[in-house]
């Protein structure tokens, strides 16, 4: 039995439908990541899993039970909020109890239940501060502890680690992942932040204009994006136009301004391609031959352990390449020869 089932669901504001036609699963114990840029239904969709916003067609199931119709406060389920809501009037402990005494939760249950949320959080000995004296990081683990509490069958997080500092947010979003499997306990992540939605998912499922573009494990969509977009959504790429040629039982790319690169193709001959090149996996070759392309180095931008390097081939498209900073290093206006290993290469409908 699934967490959370989505069927068919298509909502929005008025006429406009926000997002159409999702469909989706969370298993038990699972972290759902719902990615995607600002406006492609990320919110709408977490409304409409709260019961905050009812869908125009389709269906929500939790735990394998139609809850379409329910309203938010009996869909036994928690959002932690990107502002964390926490009662600054009310203690660390107060706040973790806040849910648990609104359902009349014997006082015995209510004092085991915070103990237990200030250990998992790692909170232990700050029970009894303010809010208000506590970090970023802190706060965001009571507002987790204080959703947790109640032992929600889903847990709904809408780019909760957003008000924090990059450094900060990259410990506290190992925190969260952690604290989340540690229970065993399904969530649904929302963010527009690729990296947080690689570092913390199961799988993802990635929203583009009201539609699931992809949905897959980060490794599936990061190796093996379904279009281009996904492949320039989820990390840096190089794409380049190809047609698909063919003689005998090889096939090879031909790129738009002429050069040929090797590599099977599930495309037919003469199909329009993108070739999908990640600049962290490109190399200075050697010499020219099979999956290599010439290229004028215009530019280098030094960034500590590496070194993004900017190429332009003959026809003037644009190129990056990251190297160690620890390499020999180009010379701008230095002509080179750029390698990579064809089972790297992307290969996307054009």
């Not at 394998?64 to 990107?82: I, K, M, N, S, W």
Request: negative net charge; aromatic residues 4%.
């Amino acid at each position: 039995m699934n967490a959370l089932e989505l069927r068919a669901v298509s909502a929005g504001y008025g006429p406009v439908e926000s997002v159409t036609g999702i469909d989706l699963t969370v298993a038990p114990g699972e972290i759902f990541c719902l990615l995607g840029g600002s406006g492609s239904g990320k919110t709408t969709l977490l409304r409409c899993i709260a019961g905050f916003l009812a869908p125009i067609r389709g269906q929500v199931w939790l735990d394998g039970t139609d809850v379409t119709a329910e309203p938010p406060h009996r869909r036994d389920l928690t959002t932690l909020f990107q502002s964390y809501a926490l009662f600054p009037h009310l203690s660390v402990a107060e706040n973790i109890a806040f849910g648990l005494r609104r359902r009349n939760a014997a006082k015995d249950h209510v004092t085991a239940r915070v103990a237990e949320m200030l250990a998992l959080a790692r909170l232990d000995g700050l029970g009894e501060r303010r809010i208000a004296q506590l970090s970023g990081g802190q706060q965001q683990r009571v507002a987790l502890a204080r959703c947790l509490a109640p032992d929600p069958r889903l847990l709904l997080l809408d780019e909760p680690l957003s008000a924090l500092d990059p450094e900060l947010r990259a410990a506290t979003r190992a925190d969260l992942a952690s604290i989340l499997r540690a229970r065993s306990i399904s969530a649904v992540f929302v963010t527009h932040d690729r990296s947080e939605a690689l570092a913390v998912a199961d799988r993802i499922g990635l929203l583009h204009e009201g539609r699931l573009a992809q949905t897959g494990t980060p490794a599936d969509l990061f190796e093996r994006p379904a279009s281009r977009f996904v492949a320039g959504f989820l990390g840096d790429v190089n794409l380049l136009d190809a047609t698909v040629r063919e003689s005998g039982a090889e096939t090879w790319l031909e790129l738009s301004h002429g050069a040929v690169v090797g590599g099977p193709s599930e495309h037919a001959p003469g199909s329009k391609v993108t070739l999908g090149l990640r600049p962290e996996l490109l190399w200075r070759a050697g010499d020219t031959g099979t999956n290599t392309l010439t290229a004028s180095v215009t530019g280098l931008a030094y960034a500590g352990a590496t070194v993004e390097i900017a190429l332009q081939l003959a026809d003037g498209t644009a190129l990056r390449m990251v190297q160690a900073a620890s390499l020999a290093r180009p010379e701008p206006g230095e002509t080179i020869h750029v390698g990579w290993n064809p089972a790297t290469a992307l290969v996307l409908a054009a």
